[in-house]
Each structure stands twice: as structure tokens, then as C-alpha cells.
T-cell receptor, first 113, second 117 residues
Framework: QKEVEQNSGPLSVPEGAIASLNCTYS??????FFWYRQYSGKSPELIMS??SNGDKEDGRFTAQLNKASQYVSLLIRDSQPSDSATYLC?????????????WGAGTKLIIKP | GAVVSQHPSWVICKSGTSVKIECRSL??????MFWYRQFPKQSLMLMAT?????????EQGVEKDKFLINHASLTLSTLTVTSAHPEDSSFYIC?????????????FGPGTRLLVL
């Protein structure tokens, strides 16, 4: 069973601080990793993708990938109340002759003003 | 990014009726579409995966005769909840992907809220 694990939270972070969200995965050969944000009552939206070891930065967001340790993380700098949401980690893996996205259960992030 | 639409966004129906939800990829061809269900304060649950022109693959525990999926074209998939009951009330979300390969992912529609009275 290929799995993606996330701490469900809630993770509470003061406004302006760095929020750090973590995700671990079980399939060693996974090649593509994604972070989605889901606001309450809305559908998920893609915010970051990462394919190579190291860091990838996009504005206030930085995705970090470590394939040897099988974890991927998302850092949010200068956290804002509008960043409060559930963050879903998704890992693309090859299963049953198809590429499939395996989803984590999500981490609820709360940014306190 | 790619745009996926869903219609309707809200539906309220009486128990026993059938409800059809449409999912369209507006600016790309989606060879694969996914249907998810999400109950309040719970995670996304994949219901089924559909490939254009072939039968959908349902996840364990999802009744294929109750949740009918049709993926007749590269831009349209429909989910029909047959004989809906109050326990089917949920947030139904579709997502669409191109040929899933390294580097590609899924893009979500805005979701459809179903309330069965």
C-alpha cells in the first residue's frame, strides 16, 4: 500500500512567522510532488510542484524535497491570516500500470493575527 | 493553469431522485477525470477514475450502480447520483488531468454541494 502521511494539525502559527508543513511518502520511486491548498468549503488549488531534490521557491512559498529521506515540505514565509487553510500533499506514483496521485489527509494551518 | 468547471455548484433534491453533475475541462483535453467526495471536516475521498471512452474504475466501497460515471469526450465527464438519499449529501469535486505522466497533475473543479432532503 503506497501511502502519503501528513500531520493533521491544526498547526497554529503567529502572523508574520514561518509556517512549516511536512509530508512523508512510502514509494521510493515517486518522481513528482505537489502541494495543494484547500480553503474551507472550497475545492483544492495547486500551489506548488517539485520534482528534484532541493528547494523550489515561488513568492512566499518554498517547497523542499528530500528523496533519500522520502519527505517533502512546504514553507510559508511571512504567514498571513489568508494562508489559513488545509494543505494537501500529493505524490505521483506508478501503480496498476498507471500514474496515480496519492493524497495525504491534509494539515490544517491556522495563522493567528 | 488549466481550468475545470462543474455544474451545478449547488443542488437540493428530494430523496429518491437522481442528480447529474457535469465536469468540463475548458482549455485542455482531459484524458483522465477523477471524482472525489468530501464530507464536512474530512479528507478528500477518491470515488472513481474515468478515462475517456472507457468504463470508470471505482474505488473499493463505492457502488458503481449508484454513482454512474460517463466520460464521453475529452472535455466532459458526468457523475449521476441515482436514487439519492440523505447520506449522499456531500461535496462532490471533480478533477481533470492530461495524460498523467511525470510532471503533470490534476486540476480541480470548484465542486458541487449536494443536499438530499
Amino acid at each position: 500500500q503506497k501511502e502519503v502521511e501528513q500531520n493533521s494539525g491544526p498547526l497554529s502559527v503567529p502572523e508574520g512567522a514561518i509556517a512549516s508543513l511536512n509530508c512523508t511518502y512510502s514509494d521510493r520511486v515517486s518522481q513528482s510532488f505537489f502541494w495543494y491548498r484547500q480553503y474551507s468549503g472550497k475545492s483544492p488549488e495547486l500551489i506548488m510542484s517539485i520534482y528534484s531534490n532541493g528547494d523550489k521557491e515561488d513568492g512566499r512559498f518554498t517547497a523542499q524535497l528530500n528523496k533519500a529521506s522520502q519527505y517533502v515540505s512546504l514553507l510559508i514565509r511571512d504567514s498571513q491570516p489568508s494562508d489559513s487553510a488545509t494543505y494537501l500533499c500529493a505524490v505521483m506514483t506508478f501503480m496498476d500500470s498507471n500514474y496515480q496521485l496519492i493524497w495525504g489527509a491534509g494539515t490544517k494551518l491556522i495563522i493567528k493575527p | 493553469g488549466a481550468v475545470v468547471s462543474q455544474h451545478p455548484s449547488w443542488v437540493i433534491c428530494k430523496s429518491g431522485t437522481s442528480v447529474k453533475i457535469e465536469c468540463r475541462s475548458l482549455d485542455f483535453q482531459a484524458t483522465t477525470m477523477f471524482w472525489y467526495r468530501q464530507f464536512p471536516k474530512q479528507s478528500l475521498m477518491l470515488m472513481a477514475t474515468s478515462n475517456e471512452g472507457s468504463k470508470a474504475t471505482y474505488e473499493q466501497g463505492v457502488e458503481k450502480d449508484k454513482f454512474l460515471i460517463n466520460h464521453a469526450s475529452l472535455t466532459l465527464s458526468t457523475l449521476t447520483v441515482t436514487s439519492a438519499h440523505p447520506e449522499d449529501s456531500s461535496f462532490y469535486i471533480c478533477s481533470a488531468g492530461g495524460r498523467l505522466a511525470v510532471g503533470e497533475t490534476q486540476y480541480f473543479g470548484p465542486g458541487t454541494r449536494l443536499l438530499v432532503l
